[in-house]
Every structure is written in C-alpha cells, then in structure tokens.
C-alpha cells in the first residue's frame, strides 16, 4: 500500500486529501476538512486527525499554505535588513511611477524594510558586468553587525546590477555569513537573476521578511509529523504550480507565495485533461477570497509580474491568479452613502457568517445563500452549534433591508449580485484583458463556495458551460497530489534582437534546461519524465512592460522569434508595430518533472451511487430565483449516476460543496464524475 496525503491550508479551512493505492493499482480516498486555525500547523494535524490517518503510514505528504502570503498581506514580517549599493538605499521607495490609489493626491506605502534598516557599502557594477568600485569588505562586515545589534532576524543584500555580475553579493553574502546569528541570508542574484533594481529588491524583501516565518512553520510541522511517527520528507507547493522540499522551500520562502491558489489551478489542468477539455477559466471561491485564473491549451498561465500588495512587485515565475475579497463570508452593509456593500471584509473562519454560530452577527455571502434556499442550514460545514433562519433573517432585515427599504429575500439576492458582479471583474482581467474571449473557454468552479454561483456567472460572461470536479471544496489539496516538480530558470540579455548572437542564446537556454532538471533529480522525488519549456520576455524598444512569448527549441532562429514575438504582441494588443525593433530582455526554461496520473474517478465513493437519478433525489425545498420562490430538486452528489441529467432549479449536496443549477441550467454527469452544465 502506498498512502500520499495533500494538504492544503485555506483561510477558513484545512483540507486534506489521502490517496492509498494498492498492489492490485486501485486507489481509494479518504477526505477531511476542518477550520483552519491560527497557527496553520495545529489546523494540518487535525486534518490528519479527522481523517484517521497513521502519519507512520505516510509514503508522502505534499502541502500548500498560505503562511507567506497571510505574512506579508497583514505585515506580520521578521526584522529585516538590507545591504546595498552606496547611493541606493531608497531603491525600494522610488519604485515605478503609479500611486496606492488611482485618484486623489494622497496615499501611502510602507517598504517590508524600513530605512533605518537600509545600510549603504561602497562597490558598482555597470550593467555589462565591469567592477567600477571594488567592494568594501570592511564595510559590509560593518553594516552586518550593525543590524544584528539593530535586531534584524534576516538580511538582504542587493548591489546594482549584480544580475550582470555576482561577484560582489558573493562576497559580500560570505562576509556577512560570518558575523549573522542564522541561515537566513537572501542575496538578491540567487533568487531573481534578471534587470531592474527595484522589482528584484522587492523579491529580495519580501523572500527575506517571510523566511523565518515559514521556517519555523514547517519546522513545527515537520517536528509534530515525525513524532506522530511520519519519516519522509515534507514537500510544499510553490506558486508557480510545482512543489519542493521543505528545506528549499524555506530557503526560496518567496516561490510559496501564492501557493494554495496555484494547486488548484493545477488540479484543475490535470481534471481537464482527464475530461478531454483544454481551455478554462479556473474559479475559486473559498470563505474568504475568490481565485481565478486562465488555462490555454491544457497550460495554466504563468506570469513573473505578481504584485502582491502595492509597492510590492515579486518577479518570480508563478501561476498567474487574481484574487478578489468576495468569498462565501464576505459581509455586506450599507455604506456611508446609504448604498449596499459587499467585501472586501470578511468574517472569516472566526467568527465566521451568522450561520456558522460561532458568534458573527454580520450578514455573509454565506447568510444570503442561506435565506434564499441555496444552502441547506443542516450541511454546513464545521458549524459550532445551529442557527435559527429566522435568527439569519432578522439580521438581514435589520442590518440590511430596513435601511435600503427592501424586503429581506430581494436583499439577500441583491446581496449574491453584488458579490457576482466582482468576481466576473476578476474573471475579466484573466481573460478580455489579454485578449481571450471568455465564450471559448469552459468556467471551472472550485472551492467551498465556487460552485454556489458559477452558473450565474458564466451567464453574466456568456460562457457556454460550467465544469464542477468531483471533489469541489477540496480541489487545493488535490492539487498538491497531482502536482508535477518544477524548476524555473531567468538571465537577462536586454538587447536588441537584430543584436544579438542567436548562438549565445542557444547556450543560455540550454544551460538554464540542465540547470533545472538537475535541481528536479536532486529532489528525490519520483517522475516519470522532464519536459523543459522555453521562453522569452520581450518588448518593443522604449517600453516598459513585458510580453513572455513562448519559444519552440533552444535553436531558434532570429526570424522565427521576430515572427513569434510579433504575433503573441497583436493578439494581446491588436497593434502592429513593423516599424519599431523588437528587444530580448529575459530568457526563461522551466523544467517540469512529470509525475503518475492520478485517478480523477476514484474521489467520488462508488459504492454510494444509484442506479437511477430518483433513488439520489434527497428531496425538495422552497428556492428563491429571479425575484420569485419557487421549488428546486435536491440531490446527494455521491448517490448520482452516470450520464445523469439535472435539470434546473436542483441543487446537489455534498460533503465539501453544494452546486446551484439555476432555472433552464441542464447538467450531466460525466465519466470521471463531473458535473458539465449547459449555462
């Protein structure tokens, strides 16, 4: 028997998914999900708990977690310190030429390193590489101690240009090795090896603010598993949608960020392909925030311009997510202009929507699904003790309804539009921003909440069908199984194509290609073959933004990239810029360790299916829709046959989701156990 456990650590709940596959192959599940707690790790070992597993029995573990991302979002940060060139010590003020807020004069931004933590050193390195001031070795050593009695737990230390040439944050690292209390010593080249000074100090920052942090975090975990007997390793997902150790993943704290959202756009890509689809728009929505994100031709994109917080950029290879603040307890009010508000504040896992009982007295996302039939007030997940709907009503009508002069049932439908109307913003940013057209892509609907309102959604954005997993509420931690090892590599060119000597970057390529899948085989972890992918960023001259444009091979010719770069740049932009030359700024390879498939069909219990569409029939309950009541079929979601078809309005339950079918919606059941409903 082989056991792999995926964990996955959202903000209102801990997931967990265990895979045990036996010597015949078959493979069987076990789920759990629990609330997550204030610190992660207690939240991970009661997910092993609920789900009665023997930690000693684990083959392997594979975990996603928001630790890093939480850290720097609440700037809940270690003490850090930077060491840098003479002259730029406000490199990670300056920034780009945007504002915290579009409008008005004012606004504020508080750099991860505050300036009386910024140290200055005598050394330069032009951009092609020459030492123009050698470095002061008596100074850094000088700058180090001073932050160490200045109480910094970490360091950065970030020259100019030292993507070009390294050889002083080399030496500069080693010296201040020598005087700092622990491990944690970011130089700035190792993590981002690509131009401009700002983007990768700020990569530097926020990797050095969070590693403590996260070393600690699994530390513990790695601690409190060994005790329970677990004698593996511990591998984290990253944010670009592949996982490593956890000893690299300390080391890299940056590439965990974003990591939860990232295994589910993964688990996403591997369902797809399993149901025959390539094209989605993947839609997460949790109890707190609600995720998406774009797959084309089977492949997530992945972008190196994730923006954190403002004056935070983190240039590093990751699944290209956009969050917005509407999830299942976002809480609504009426705002100071006497107008109905929904998000971005949430009542979290605690207290949680009033429904929860665990004390929230604010009306949710959640509450209005409650009023309107949409959710059963029995199923709710990890509820401490039941609340009436009456209760839930008199809030809506007090907090709600009788300051906006509308009855309780049109507010809380009001309530779930509002919502609806940001998370189709953010679906648009994914998709009509980078010019696809969402009606060509199919609406993947995740997360506890994602299948509650996907089909009004998809009607909104005139997407022809919505695809529900198998397992919906627990699709993050299936993407921590189903997760591929991958190694992503950059180096700087920034010249001018017609310039540049195609065998040079034939070299570069081939050596980021190596570089990667040697750090994969170091992992230890089984695979079943490397693919490597390449790319370019690049851009016409006197810009500032990047276009990564995907290259076939690693001989690729002068001509073939001209051709590759101006198309990628008219399907984005629709403009055509003969006239103006093109210029390579990055080279990029990611290596990808592909793993064994995992089976899709395996996650809903067979043996509870029905032989007819009836016998799954829970029963039926009032359903408010479109301004009226009226009545929906309910069924089990485990208990439906194969090739079924629902017709709406019905809703399916089960244990981590409930799905909606609206009015005229149709669904079917596929082979893997989908539900594909025509919208």
């Excluded at 997530?300 to 311009?305: C, L, Q, T």
């Excluded at 299942?328 to 009033?354: C, D, F, H, T, Y």
């Excluded at 509870?608 to 979601?637: N, S």
């Amino acid at each position: 028997m082989r056991r792999l456990a995926g964990i996955d650590v959202g903000g209102t709940f801990t997931d967990l998914i265990l895979a045990e596959t036996g010597a015949d192959g078959g493979v069987s599940v076990r789920l759990a999900k629990v609330p997550t707690t204030e610190n992660q790790a207690d939240g991970v070992l009661a997910a092993v708990e609920a789900a009665g597993i023997d930690p000693a029995g684990l083959d392997l573990v594979v975990h996603g977690t928001t630790a890093t991302t939480n850290a720097v979002l609440e700037r809940k940060t270690a003490r850090v310190g930077l060491i840098t060139t003479e002259g730029f010590r406000d490199v990670l003020e300056l920034g780009r030429r945007t504002r915290p807020k579009p409008y008005g004069l004012f606004g504020s931004f508080e750099p991860l390193i505050p300036r009386e933590l910024r140290r200055e050193v005598p050394e330069r390195v032009m951009a092609d590489g020459r030492v123009r001031t050698p470095l002061d070795e008596g100074a850094v050593r000088a700058a180090a101690r001073a932050l160490v009695e200045a109480g910094c737990e970490a360091l950065v230390i970030h020259f100019l240009h030292a993507y070009a040439n390294p050889e002083h944050e080399l030496r500069a690292g080693a010296i201040a090795r020598g005087v700092w209390p622990n491990e944690y010593v970011t130089l700035g080249h190792e993590l981002l090896s690509e131009f401009r000074e700002y983007e990768r100090g700020t990569t530097a920052s926020v990797n050095a603010a969070v590693q403590p942090i996260l070393g600690r975090y699994l530390g513990r975990l790695r601690e409190e598993l060994r005790a329970r007997g677990f004698a593996r390793d511990l591998l984290v997902m990253s944010g670009n949608g592949g996982m490593v150790s956890a000893a690299r993943a300390a080391e890299e704290a940056a590439k965990t960020v974003m990591s939860g959202p990232a295994s589910g756009v993964m688990a996403a890509a591997a369902t797809l392909a399993q149901s025959g689809l390539t094209d989605a728009i993947t839609y997460d929505m949790g109890g707190t925030s609600t995720d998406v994100a774009l797959i084309a031709g089977g492949v997530p994109e992945v972008s190196a311009e994730l923006t954190l917080d403002y004056g935070l950029p983190i240039h590093l290879p990751m699944v290209d997510v956009r969050t917005v603040g509407a999830g299942g307890g976002s809480i609504a009010s009426v705002n100071r202009a006497g107008m109905l508000q929904v998000g971005p504040e949430s009542a979290g896992s605690q207290p949680g929507p009033i429904g929860y009982g665990r004390g929230g007295e604010r009306p949710t996302i959640t509450d209005a699904n409650l009023i309107l039939g949409r959710l059963d007030p029995g199923r709710l997940t990890a509820v401490r003790s039941g609340v009436a709907l009456g209760d839930i009503r008199a809030a809506f009508a007090r907090e709600l309804a009788g300051p906006l002069g509308m009855g309780v049932e049109e507010t809380a439908e009001a309530v779930i539009r509002l919502g609806n109307v940001h998370m189709t913003g953010a679906i648009r940013m994914v998709s009509l921003s980078r010019g696809h057209d969402p009606r060509g892509f199919v609406l993947f609907a995740f997360g506890g909440a994602g299948p509650l309102h996907a089909v009004a959604l998809a009607r909104e954005l005139g997407i022809p069908e919505v695809v529900v997993p198998a397992r919906p509420g627990l699709t993050n931690a299936l993407g921590c199984l189903v997760a591929d090892l991958r190694q992503d590599r950059v180096n700087t060119l920034n010249r001018p194509l017609d310039w540049l000597d195609m065998a040079e970057v034939q070299a570069v390529l081939e050596a980021q290609r190596d570089g990667a899948i040697d750090a994969i085989a170091a992992e230890g972890t089984e695979v079943e073959g490397v693919a490597a992918l390449h790319g370019a960023d690049m851009q016409f001259r006197g810009q500032t933004h990047l276009i990564r444009v995907p290259l076939p091979r690693t001989d690729v010719s002068r001509e073939e990239v001209q051709a590759l770069f101006e198309a990628a740049y008219f399907k984005r932009f629709q403009v055509r810029l003969p006239e103006i030359r093109a210029v390579v700024v990055n080279l990029v390879t990611s290596a990808i360790g592909r793993r064994k498939p995992f089976p899709l069909s395996s996650l809903l219990d067979r043996s509870a299916r029905r032989a007819t569409l009836d016998e799954a029939r829970i029963g039926r309950r009032p359903f408010y829709a479109e301004g009226g009541w009226r009545e929906a079929t309910v069924y089990a979601r485990d208990a439906l046959p194969a090739e079924a078809r629902i017709d709406g309005p019905a809703v399916v339950q089960q244990m981590d989701a409930t799905t909606v079918i609206e009015p005229g919606a149709v669904a079917i059941v596929d082979h893997i156990g989908n539900l594909r409903i025509r919208a």
